[in-house]
């Protein structure tokens, strides 16, 4: 069997790749770029005020600058706001997949029932990368970032047939070689963050779908028969429950109707709509944003730009005993003339 949907795969992890790298490599500049003026904006409230003749009060510098310096303040809240939301995004991914492979792999066999152990032993697969939990339930998923393993219940053994049950250990091998447990969570965590780009949701869809087809090519390739392969997601399929989208773990049953469409038409390949209204409206959305925080920063260098970090000139006047200082707010600077 032509590894057809293994290239597809491959080639929409390189693009999504692309754009999570192109994105966050974005978003790293804009952040940087807003803290580093607010950072100078800092320095002209902290110490310029001092060395500038001790005459420019925070008043003025507001007054001059009224809209830059509350999108500092918005922006910095903002950007404080998603640094958190990111964090607690991350630990809320992790946790809730750690905690549903614990509740599996707490019960976890010490030894395997003999028809997982002669199965594995025909596939001269490692036992050490395969976890049978002592749970009813037909259960099999691919876990782990670093070392992916596969885990399987009693209970899906039970009720598959060595060669089913092979099929199934072979689509997950898949899986274990590719990663795709460490792969789904950064898909999954980039989703999560910038949700609101046009099309992200059917590019990592479409990975999913490719990324389950290509591992039943695997599995038929290396098993040599396609009716196992469909009786075992028959089997599985009636079993299938709601889990929680944010679990970064490659099941079985995640995808069936594209596997079972292709089993019935071995010239089925599956279409993902990017385009469309929804699409444009993001991408709308997304340019304004992207021009209102280029005019932002454009705004802040000129301003920036524009005041004088020296020190007083002292002009010679009338000794009446007082000083006064005339801020030069014309050409938005704030070099200030002391006179006597």
Not at 120 to 139: I, S
Not at 244 to 267: P, Q
Not at 307 to 322: L, T, V, W
Request: with cysteine.
């Amino acid at each position: 069997m032509e590894m057809t949907f293994r290239r597809k795969q491959q080639y929409s992890y390189f693009r999504l790749t692309i754009i999570m790298t192109a994105v966050i490599g974005l978003s790293v500049y804009v952040f940087a770029r807003i803290w580093q003026n607010a950072f100078w904006y800092g320095r002209i409230l902290g110490h310029k005020i001092q060395t500038a003749c001790g005459c420019t009060e925070l008043s003025e510098l507001i007054i001059m600058h009224p809209i830059i310096f509350g999108s500092v303040l918005a922006l910095g809240v903002l950007a404080g706001t998603a640094a958190l939301l990111a964090a607690v995004k991350f630990y809320t991914i992790w946790s809730q997949t750690r905690k549903f492979c614990r509740l599996y792999l707490n019960s976890a066999k010490a030894n395997h029932s003999a028809k997982l152990k002669k199965t594995l032993k025909r596939m001269k697969f490692d036992k050490q990368r395969v976890a049978e939990t002592a749970c009813d339930d037909p259960v099999v998923f691919c876990y782990g970032w670093w070392k992916p393993k596969i885990c399987v219940s009693s209970g899906l053994v039970a009720i598959l047939h060595p060669a089913e049950l092979e099929t199934v250990l072979r689509h997950e091998e898949q899986h274990v070689i590719s990663r795709e447990p460490a792969k789904l969570f950064m898909f999954k965590y980039f989703y999560h963050l910038y949700f609101f780009l046009p099309g992200l949701k059917t590019l990592i869809k479409q990975y999913e779908t490719f990324s389950e087809m290509a591992a039943d090519e695997w599995a038929v390739n290396m098993v040599g028969n396609k009716k196992n392969l469909a009786r075992a997601v028959w089997k599985l399929s009636e079993t299938v429950e709601n889990r929680n989208v944010n679990l970064s773990l490659s099941f079985f049953t995640s995808i069936v109707a594209e596997r079972v469409n292709k089993f019935a038409d071995n010239g089925y390949m599956p279409r993902f709509r990017i385009w469309g209204r929804g699409f444009a409206l993001g991408a709308g959305s997304v340019v304004v944003i992207m021009l209102l925080v280029g005019a932002f920063i454009m705004d802040s260098d000129r301003a920036l730009a524009m005041h004088n970090f020296g020190g007083c000139s002292i002009e010679a006047g009338p000794a009446d005993g007082r000083t006064a200082c005339a801020s030069n707010m014309a050409d938005h600077q704030s070099t200030s003339t002391c006179r006597q």
